[in-house]
């Protein structure tokens, strides 16, 4: 739009122009949809750069605030336009009549797309989602149709219905249970963009394990149950925002903005004081963890809290979440170890890091087991010197076990290699037994790097070789297993 307008063209001149007649533009969510193509060719034009261009979609909030963006359907905290044909269905472009009012050329910002962004963040005054005067949604590129002779791009901030100037709106500011809860939201819609997040002590290196939680309350929070803990605030703090029973069924980026923010607000209330007042409301009101989660799987800092205060029965950690916090802490690049992920998991009586342990001992590990180990097992090489055995066989065990992460090889198969095997499968390529190009690289670095120092005169043929020459067996790799995390 402000191309458009400083080329003193009408949007759907500027568009033509630059997209083509054909270009799906204006029955489409572009924000969401726009594709390479489009983005390239408006990049030619315009001389902004691409990476600009895509920075101001709402697919550059992938890993922020979720983690895949769905451009076809419904994604948490994007507020859809439900577009039918030219018109807009829903209420999902908001906007600040101060910012507006501001603007030497008023524009719509692309964080105003956002479900959590009831609040500006540079007035925080409350935003807007609809024309105060007819309740029409804002589509602003409608309102250069039917008026051809007016100067184009003058009127971005009018209601395209009835005509009222959007900038005229009146700036109303929020309500809250109280000031805390309020810094919350406002530092939510200032910071968004970090990527990484917290609530009290505990640090999300992660920003979407957070917004995950968030939805989770904001939705729960409309529910029945969720209802009760409304309630709870009322009872603490006289503060009501939303009236429980007039919350329709409906998904939280589909309710207007009064009522998101005021489920926003109960939500930050309870994570102002985490997880205290949430386990007391929830105690008063009856609630069991199943009932708040309904068996959904949450991120680790959430449902710790829900299974330490909520379970009836005693809470134990299962050795899938003790793997996930582990592959959690690797990703992040954090120092991995059985306390740390009991630690993390925060049960009492170590029972996480049991469970840690426990998910070492049978079978094939798990994807994200063996990320795990692979992991650990980087952070001990980099502690040895430069050349020794102990760093080599650690080299070995790395090898062994990111081969089978990335050919999904159980041990037995993967140890009864040979060199001759490794040389083989590390030169096919184009055909039905064709191993991905990174385990491929494994066996050829492994080759290179680390056998020819590790073989020794009975190691024979075998391309995992042990220390007393010949192979290692399934066993013993399980020995080395459990040997790197106990040392680690
Ligand atoms: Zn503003
Ligand atoms: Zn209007």
Redesign the pocket.
Known sequence: MRSAQANGLRAHAFCRMTLGSGAQIWNRDIDRSANRDVLQLLAEATGASLDELAGGMLTSYEGILFEHHNPGGNTKWILPLGIYHRTRKRYGMQFCPLCLAEDQQPYYRKQWRLGFFTLCDRHSVMMYDR??????PVTFFRVELGCRNRVPGSLITQ??????DLRRTPAYGPSSPDAMSLVALRSLVTFHNLGWWFCRQETLHYAPQYFEVLHHLVTFLATGKGARLLAYIEQETEWKHVDADSLEKIPFEFRPVGQRHGLLLAALWFLAEWPDRFVTACGQAKLSRTAVTRDEHFPWWYEKVLREHLDRSQYVATTEEAASVAAYLARVGEYVSATKVGNMLGAKDKGAASAYKKSQRHGIPSGEELDWVIATLGMAIREKEAVSVRRLLLERDRAIFRFMRITGWPAKRTLGLTVADAVRLAKTVDTKDTLPAAARGVLLNYLRDVRRYLAGENSGNVLFVGQKGGGIGVKNLQLRWRKALNDH
């Open positions: 024309c105060p005067q007819c309740e029409t209601c395209h219905q009835c005509g009222f």
